[in-house]
């Protein structure tokens, strides 16, 4: 029997919303995620790493970067709208990946990585400073609020 904690936040909490479509949007959009955190990864992240850690890390490097094909999902949203500053949006979001990406990567002659990623959590998203023109949300933040 399903206990209460198993049930989607969209039933429990009547201030939670199901988002479906956007799940269908994020399945729309992962192909390009993917192309994203590749960029992200080889034009931000490893430079930083091999700024950091000179000498031995200089070699480190992904040999594959691959998102997969199944997305994240979104399980429930809630946008807070009572006790926030006029300057920003909350939003909270049970977000879940049990995915098929692989990631490898390679330094000083040693490879490894990490594949069958699985993780599920409560995502809060902060969208500050709003604008009074486009793209009227000046950044973003995002954390979980707790370990996923």
Known sequence: MAQLQDLPAWVQFPD???????????????????????????????????????GVFKNFKFT????????????????YTT?????????????????DADFTVSCCGFTGGMNNIQFSGKLRAVLKPLLPYPPMVGGVSASFLEMP
């Not at 992240?45 to 000179?54: D, G, N, R, S």
């Not at 594959?64 to 946008?79: N, T």
């Not at 926030?84 to 049990?98: E, F, N, P």
């Open 16 to 54: 939670t919303e199901r988002v479906e479509w956007l799940n269908k949007v994020i399945h729309q959009l992962w192909p390009y995620v993917g192309e994203y955190a590749r960029t992200f990864m080889t034009d931000f992240v490893i430079p930083q790493v091999k700024a950091q850690m000179p």
């Open 64 to 79: 594959k970067m691959d998102m997969g094909d199944i997305p994240c999902r979104v399980g429930g949203i809630k946008v």
């Open 83 to 99: 006790n926030v500053g006029r300057d920003r949006i909350i939003v909270d979001m049970d977000v879940a990946y049990a995915g």
